[in-house]
């Protein structure tokens, strides 16, 4: 009975954080189609073009973004898949999280869009929602 309802909740904690990187990853590409861009094709165009223009420490950070990007497509389908070992890439995304600014709860995006100039608001929850969704694997997954 026990390691059922241990294991009820962790798909749900998969289920509830799979859902989240899903709605990051439609808000990415809904943003991009509305800016005339084709999501992450035109976005890695881009920075194709910027890194060939100034190079140096941006290669080292495009490159990070874009790892992260990946991973988070990866980490959405992990989770929806309840694979146990995607807990160990969320807290590997934490800190590029944090340093790019893509909340966990990226529900904080849309609000962020919504209500523009709350910018040490947003820093707060996206700490918050990082802090959220460590506790919430290393408890439940």
Same mark, same amino acid.
């Given at each position: 009975?026990?390691?059922?309802?241990?294991?009820d909740?962790?798909?749900?904690?998969?289920?509830f954080?799979?859902v989240?990187?899903a709605?990051?990853? !439609?808000?990415?590409?809904t943003? =991009? $189609?509305?800016g005339?861009?084709?999501?992450?094709?035109?976005?890695? =165009?881009? =920075?194709?073009? *910027?890194?060939?223009?100034?190079?140096?420490v941006? +290669? !080292?950070?495009? +490159?990070?973004?874009?790892? $992260?990007?990946?991973?988070?497509?990866?980490?959405?389908?992990?989770?929806?898949?309840?694979?146990?070992w995607?807990?160990?890439?969320?807290?590997?995304?934490?800190?590029?999280?944090?340093?790019f $600014?893509?909340?966990?709860?990226?529900? +904080? $995006?849309?609000?962020?869009?919504?209500?523009?100039g709350?910018?040490?608001? *947003?820093?707060?929850?996206?700490i918050? =929602?990082?802090?959220?969704?460590t506790?919430?694997?290393?408890?439940?997954a």
């Amino acid at each position: 009975m026990k390691t059922e309802t241990t294991r009820d909740k962790r798909n749900t904690i998969f289920l509830f954080w799979g859902v989240l990187d899903a709605f990051y990853i !439609a808000w990415y590409c809904t943003n =991009s $189609l509305l800016g005339g861009r084709m999501p992450y094709l035109s976005d890695l =165009s881009a =920075s194709v073009t *910027l890194l060939e223009r100034q190079g140096g420490v941006n +290669i !080292a950070t495009a +490159i990070l973004s874009w790892l $992260l990007q990946f991973s988070i497509i990866i980490s959405c389908l992990m989770f929806l898949l309840r694979k146990g070992w995607v807990k160990y890439l969320a807290y590997a995304q934490i800190p590029f999280r944090l340093f790019f $600014l893509i909340p966990s709860l990226s529900v +904080i $995006l849309l609000a962020a869009q919504l209500l523009p100039g709350y910018g040490l608001m *947003l820093l707060a929850l996206i700490i918050v =929602s990082e802090i959220l969704k460590t506790w919430s694997l290393w408890r439940f997954a």
